[in-house]
């Protein structure tokens, strides 16, 4: 009961500091630090000190290198060997190289050189992975290279978090303990690749075979934290034996299951672990040594933006794609915080240093989307021949469509670009594709087909595209994000200018017509007409009827498949609070508050709930009449997303 008290303020901060942090559109680990530091025992001590709370924050890190082993992969590694052994290793050997140096000018061991260097090198993947899926850029020449030297980081933890405890020893015992963990680590990690991947996927096996949600959650949980227990009886650290249970589920077919059913956990703890290095801040401490915070920020920024600009330039790497690189790395990242928790401790350094340290890294992932938001504006005002780049593919572009008129402009050339670009060519239609994959950019028009390296998010491409001559533009990639950008440019340049936008389902479609799409084109939806047609064809229905059908749904807005009855065995890929439109069935006791009165008297419409079917005594009536009283027995079958829906079933039963 003693950790109860704990437990709930721990909680409590969390909830608070991830509405803060959303509200303001904030990675939630920056709130967890700053909460931690106001809760902490440098400021309010609400918990009554560290270690209480620590023992819950371990498990965080369990699970977080649990994730980093799912992501390992060996095929991946290879396929990313240069940019990950190359550049991800220089990176991170020269950081620590340098720290050393600096630490040992300043009077400090070789110990917490290497320590703090470690700290220092590594960037916050979180952060990082997320803007670069939001800004569309995983598959640039300098995403690539940032997500290389990110997997690189996370793989060197593993090894850093064996090494930082054993500085604690003197140099000949820490040698033996380092030999011995080598010897223990490589030992382990022959034993799950040689014989552990067998028996996982047998044992996985018999668990899912039981069809049982709750068995295979506690399986994961079991693997996970049993091996953790493992490697610290051999004398290694909990994270090594965690990092090794993902190894050993990654290649496995559950992967993705176990990806998605050990996140909750993940989540929590990561953000309780947060919170308890934020506790570690000492504000009176940073504040009264404010230069030194300055001081150590501005060289973090200044030392990983010249080391990552350098050797991404050895690489082979353009100036501009070099210089965009080093500015996506130059910040500090959440493994920082777990080297300086196991340095803590050991006392490998004065505390007023670590504690600048800490709030550098805290700063540092503050300013991060700032930078990268600023990153391109940066580089074309510092890498002249950034400039000179873009403008030949700016001019390169309109010079291949200078003479072309009436054409359709295809942004994205994935799958389904490319899919659409053969039947453009099949009927003598001229077209003009828009990718950023460079690699496959160079392949299709290697291979004679029309298709340019450019943004098409950028109006100065869409210009070169002859987007104002064109008679249709269509957005072939599913994110809906990339989609209002391009159809913002278009709006401005070509008012008149037909759009086809693609989307996965009716969830973005009112947003993309808002925004001027004059089609919208619900992938889900439209997959299943296709096998409804199929369907109907072999049962005997005339084509021409299925046909009509389907031109019906389509100039309808597709209104009679709009949502659908979620299940338990369904795979949450949004929250329930996103607003995701579902149907709901509501059954009306008697006495429910609805009896008697119609959807307009009961103001459904206003809080954005649709009454799409009454069933009445089993005769269901579909898009029944706004006056249509509701009786007893009725099940009133509800659309809209699910916080709506849960106001609504509350308001139809109880009023």
Known sequence: MDMLPTVLMLLAASVVSVILCRSINQPPVLGYLLVGTLIGPHALDLVGGLSSAQHLAEFGVVFL???????????????????????????????????????????????????LGGALAMSSTAVLSRLLSERMELDSPHGREVMGVLLFQDLAVVPLLILIPAFAHSPERMAMMLGLAAVKAVLALSIVLVIGQRVINHWFFIVARSRS???????????????????ELAGLSLALGSFIAGILISETQYRHQVEEDIKPFRDVLMGLFFITIGMMLDAPTVVGNAPLVVGI??????????????????????????????LWL?????????????????????APLLQAVLAALVLSMLVAPLIVQYSNRLVLRFASSEWLLRSMQITRLAAQTMNTSGHVVICGYGRSGQHLARFMEQEAVPYV??????????????AGENVSYGDATRRETLLAAGVSRARVLITSFADPRTALRVLEHVRAINASLPVIARTLDE???????QAGAAEVVPETLEASMVLAAHALSRAGVPVAEVLERFRKTRSGGYRELRGFFRGSGDAEESSPEDGETRLHSVVLVSGAHAVGRSPGELGLAAIGV??????RRNIRALEPSADIRFETGDVIVLLGGWPALSAAEERLLKG
């Open 297 to 326: 920020l501005a060289s973090l920024l200044g030392l990983k933006f010249a080391l990552v600009l350098g050797l991404s330039r050895l690489f082979g790497t353009g100036p501009g794609n070099a210089m965009r690189t080093a």
């Open 330 to 350: 130059c910040t500090g990242g959440e493994f920082g915080f777990v080297m300086l928790s196991e340095m803590a401790p050991l006392e490998l350094a004065p």
């Open 433 to 446: 594709a828009l990718d950023l994959d460079p690699e496959r950019v160079r392949e299709a028009a290697a």
């Open 213 to 231: 949600a709750e068995l295979f959650m506690l399986n994961v949980l079991l693997i996970t934290l049993g091996l953790s227990w493992l490697t």
């Open 65 to 115: 290198m649990f994730s980093i082993g799912l992501e390992f992969s060996l095929p991946k590694l290879h396929a990313m060997r240069r940019t990950v052994f190359g550049l991800g290793l220089l990176q991170v050997l020269l950081t620590i190289a340098v720290v050393s140096a600096i630490a040992l000018a300043a009077g400090l061991g070789w110990q917490a050189g290497v320590a």
């Open 507 to 513: 969830k973005d479609m009112a947003a993309l017509q």
């Open 610 to 615: 649709e009454v799409t079917a009454v069933r």
